[in-house]
């Protein structure tokens, strides 16, 4: 049987509010009392103050080991910086860093997230990329910095920040390979070209599943419909987000496998007329 410690269940309490996000005044809810006694009559459950400074322990104690960790790696870290301005206009800045250890494991952690006056000004942001390498004492260390679409897209913005850096910071290459690209705003770009240059066939697929989802008879006739084509298909048709790039390619992958029936359809239902083989709001775009 385990030994009972008090400090011990009391440090696991802490991690379960930091993990899960509960707020501190959870230790105060009578259900919660109750379900710590059945567990273990002994433990005593902290008030909030007592909970809030056990909290504080474990991330002093995980950035000690962070710490150690970093002062430790045989290489350089690279950045990612994210950048957001609440609905009440505050900014915010989130800096995490990617480095490989002793071991050649790589890691993934967030340094910092700190608020500042204005998070789109090179200026500021070069302040905060400073402050977090002070902090956990990599000067010396930085490789690159991934930046949001925000500012990533702009090379004069970048060349600001390297500028800025560079002063304080040795650089390798004198910042050449500083500022990265983010490879999911290219992807992002790359998903939007293509959607625009065949907006036209797009447009057309999505109207013909609303068509079809319009009714329990029309989904039972096109099902009727891909089963007498045989065909083999087991997904189903799905209308997207027209903001989410790749719900789009999800409900265009599923209409891929039904491009006969939706031929069909057009030749049996009259009030059926935006197949996707037919004509399109844009004729000069592909068909399916």
Known sequence: ?????QDRSSSHLAKLIILH???????QQPAFTAFTESLQPRFRVADVETMEA??????QKEK???MQALNTMPGRISLTIGLWTTSQTLGYVSI????????WKVH??????MMVSSPHSENALGEAISSSLTDWNMKDKLFTVTLDNDCSSHDIYSANLRDHLSNKNNLMLKGQLFVVRCYANILNAVAHDVIASIHGVIYSIRESIKFIK??????????EIALQLEIPSTKTLCLDVTTQWNTTYLMLLAALDY???FTTLETCDDNYNESPSGRSPDASHPRL
């Open 1 to 5: 049987n385990a030994t009972f410690d």
């Open 21 to 27: 996000d509960y707020p501190l005044h959870v230790v």
């Open 54 to 59: 056990e909290v504080y322990g474990v991330y």
């Open 64 to 66: 000690n080991n962070l």
């Open 96 to 103: 995490a860093g990617q480095f490989i250890d002793t071991d």
């Open 108 to 113: 993934r952690r967030m340094l910092n997230f």
């Open 214 to 223: 319009a009714s329990s008879a029309r989904e039972q006739k096109f099902a």
């Open 259 to 261: 491009r006969q029936a």
